[in-house]
């Protein structure tokens, strides 16, 4: 699925790491549109392949004292869920209902992604990384006419051009 936000060149626009090596710097400029409903955050891996989503000025300070070296990341926004809260700015009254994807890193360590089939508010998405996955923080990666997942084992085969993926790959064989 689509994983982050990206300009007209399809280029990453926060922050991106792949494989350690950074290649886009992190993104804390305000803004309009979606990343720069602030608070966005990072989606990132370490290299033993836990992930994180972690908060963009949180992740700033982590990187720059040295406590985070991530294998991957990208960045993207607004957060959904940040430590167990709803986006504060939110509405739980919004109609501005889109179809949306994003990820979660739940209760258990493992990172749920959710495409939804329908229109759904920021408030009502939040809502169930928040109360249906038991995702204490989650990250908004993109949406309307961006929003598109690749999934041949259910028969989803969205053809749009994007910016930044992300994909599961099995490697078992």
């Not at 400029?29 to 608070?39: A, D, E, I, W």
């Not at 990187?63 to 940040?82: C, F, H, K």
């Not at 509405?91 to 209902?97: L, R």
Request: charged letters at 20%; aromatic letters at 10%.
């Amino acid at each position: 699925m689509n994983a982050g936000m990206y300009n007209e060149r399809f280029a990453p626009i926060g922050y991106t790491v792949i494989e350690g090596v950074e290649k886009r710097a992190l993104n804390l400029k305000s803004g309009g549109g979606n990343f720069h409903l602030l608070p966005n955050g990072v989606l990132w891996w370490e290299r033993d392949g836990k992930v994180q989503i972690t908060e963009s000025q949180a992740f700033s300070e982590q990187l720059n004292g040295g406590q985070v070296q991530p294998w991957y990341a990208t960045q993207s926004g607004p957060m959904l869920v940040i430590h167990d809260q709803i986006h504060p700015k939110f509405n739980p009254e919004s109609q501005s209902a889109k179809i949306r994807n994003g990820a979660g890193v739940c209760r258990d360590g493992r990172i749920r992604f959710v495409h939804s089939d329908e229109p759904v508010t920021f408030y009502q998405f939040a809502t169930l990384f928040k109360e249906y996955l038991g995702c204490p923080n989650a990250l908004f990666l993109d949406g309307g006419v961006a929003s598109a997942l690749y999934a041949p084992s259910i028969n989803r085969h969205d053809k749009k051009q994007m910016g930044v993926m992300i994909g599961l790959v099995d490697s078992s064989d």
